[in-house]
Nanobody, 124 residues
Framework: QVQLVESGGGLVQAGGSLRLSCAAS????????MGWFRQAPGKAREFVAA????????YYVDSVQGRFTISRDNAKNTVYLQMNNLKPEDTAVYYC?????????????????WGQGTQVTVSS
């Protein structure tokens, strides 16, 4: 069992930055691939970024490449999403998710555990 709790969301102006955190409970965190997804009102949940259990590989959706950075600290059971140069279209609820087996994935149905989400709002 893995429990995930996101934090760090908020309201920011376009061009600003936020850092999201996802704290995990359970001993399996260090062996789990972690992902960030987001869901805007009226839209489907979309993949944002993922990181391998070791931190040795990362993967981003094209729209955030170069602006967002995913990282993890296995000693703290925490994964982060640093978001720079934010745009109004980044406004969404952001979720972290854990995948306990398999390869790094951008498919939400392949993740086993989810957090409750944190709201990010970017004003123009």
């Amino acid at each position: 069992q893995v429990q995930l709790v996101e934090s760090g969301g908020g309201l920011v102006q376009a061009g600003g930055s936020l850092r999201l955190s996802c704290a995990a409970s359970g001993r399996t965190f260090s062996s789990a691939h972690m992902g960030w997804f987001r869901q805007a009102p009226g839209k489907a949940r979309e993949f944002v970024a993922a990181i391998k259990w070791s931190g040795g590989a990362t993967y981003y959706v094209d729209s955030v490449q170069g602006r967002f950075t995913i990282s993890r600290d296995n000693a703290k059971n925490t994964v982060y999403l640093q978001m720079n140069n934010l745009k109004p279209e980044d406004t969404a609820v952001y979720y972290c998710a854990a995948r306990l087996a398999g390869i790094l994935s951008d498919t939400s149905t392949r993740y086993d555990y989810w957090g409750q989400g944190t709201q990010v709002t970017v004003s123009s």
